[in-house]
């Protein structure tokens, strides 16, 4: 693990400033620090990603409705695999594959062109029957289903060990990490970034970005850009340890309610995305939530319904109004870059968002077209298609 690097002061200047110490800007700090960029400094509020990157497991897939979130899944999840060679860590990756039960003709529909054009873009996704999909995940009631989307390829890892192989790695490589540090505020010179006051100190920089999850719309706001991202609690459980051991299934997902179940070491992991969540930062776990999960699952999965839960956990996903992420350099500042609002994406894009982020800075052209996640997308009335909010 990487020790805890508590300052009673930061460092007095830096070239690069990130805030956030999740999994996007580790990844940014290591794919900067990678290509050379020295003298970063990554502030972080509390431990290293135990914000919304703090979640026991994440999900990793190419399996989206657009070009730009397939591409961003599908060289995420080749990162992944890689992951032990570099920067050289276990992450746990079980590739399980996801599968989307699917109980409506539309849905049927809309999945059948996402697959079209995920199999154009060299994603090994599938059409099955719904007898085909109660092989995979036998706790599946084939009850009112149509249809299921499966693909093989994609599967869950552990965020926290991606965090500390990324942070590894960038503190080898000579970067700063400075947690439970604060930023207050940001100093603006013109239309130039030129500090960054924290709990511990100022420190004079060049460049900003914004990594900060959640709470980036504060931090958009200390530096005059509007950041549209709001904070949505997001609750899970855990099982009671199974005998016999649960199979090894996919990464299973209702799609029309978004409960969603998978292994996770000798137990179920089991979640819903509550429609009725309010915004806001609170984190409190409340076992009630489990009883949504339970009415679904009576009818779509009848065996977890009646499963003991031992513990449970809750987080933030930073949703944006389209619920698609925000990445690019502001028009305003020229020195402030952002990637956040990933509406539950951010882990599984974060390998490929480093990249980006890193050519962005090094005013190189990324390996795609982010224009379209511009935060300025709102302003001129070009939201994107909404993603599905679903993990």
Not at 135 to 163: E, I, K, N
Not at 364 to 379: G, K, N, V, Y
Request: glycine residues 10%; aromatic residues 8%; hydrophobic residues 40%.
């Amino acid at each position: 693990m990487l020790s805890s690097s508590v300052f009673r002061t930061v460092p007095a200047s830096a070239d690069v400033v990130i805030i956030g110490g999740g999994v996007m800007g580790a990844s940014i700090a290591f794919h900067l620090a990678e290509a050379g960029v020295n003298n970063i400094v990554v502030v972080e509020r509390g431990e290293l990603g135990r914000g919304s990157s703090g979640k026991p497991i994440g999900g990793v897939r190419a399996q989206f409705s657009d070009p730009l979130n397939i591409e961003l899944g599908s060289r995420s999840l080749r990162a992944y695999q890689r992951f032990p060679d570099r920067p050289g860590t276990d992450i746990k990756l079980d590739t399980v594959g996801y599968l989307f039960l699917l109980d409506s003709e539309q849905h049927a529909n809309d999945f059948e062109a996402g697959i079209e054009l995920q199999n154009s873009l060299g994603v090994p996704s599938r059409m099955i029957r719904p007898d085909e999909a109660q092989r995979l995940c036998p706790y599946v009631s084939t009850d009112g289903l149509v249809a299921a989307a499966y693909s093989p390829a994609d599967g869950h890892c552990r965020p926290g060990l991606v965090v500390q192989g990324y942070a590894q790695a960038a503190a080898r490589a000579g970067v700063t990490i400075a947690t439970h540090t604060t930023v207050s505020g940001i100093d603006i010179a013109g239309d130039r970034v030129v500090g960054v006051h924290t709990t511990h100190g100022r420190i004079a920089c060049s460049t900003v970005i914004c990594a900060a999850g959640a709470w980036s719309a504060q931090i958009g706001d200390m530096a005059g850009v509007d950041l549209p991202v709001k904070p949505v609690r997001r609750q899970l459980a855990f099982t009671a340890p199974l005998m016999p051991p649960p199979p090894r299934i996919p990464f299973t997902i209702d799609f029309s309610s978004s409960a969603y179940f998978h292994n996770s070491d000798d137990g179920l992991l089991l979640g819903l995305a509550d429609p009725d969540q309010e915004d806001g930062f609170d984190t409190t776990w409340t076992p009630q939530w489990l009883e949504l999960f339970r009415a679904v699952a009576r009818h779509r999965a009848p065996a977890l319904a009646d499963m003991e839960t031992v513990s449970g956990w809750a987080g933030l996903y930073e949703v944006t109004p389209d619920h698609n992420a925000l990445i690019g350099r502001s028009g305003e500042l020229t020195d402030f870059l952002y990637a956040t609002g990933f509406s539950g994406h951010g882990f599984l894009q974060a390998p490929a968002v480093g990249e980006i982020v890193r050519d962005l800075y090094l005013e190189r052209e990324p390996f795609t077209d982010i224009s379209p996640l511009s935060a300025d997308r709102f302003h001129r009335g070009a939201e994107i298609r909404p993603e599905a909010h679903v993990v």
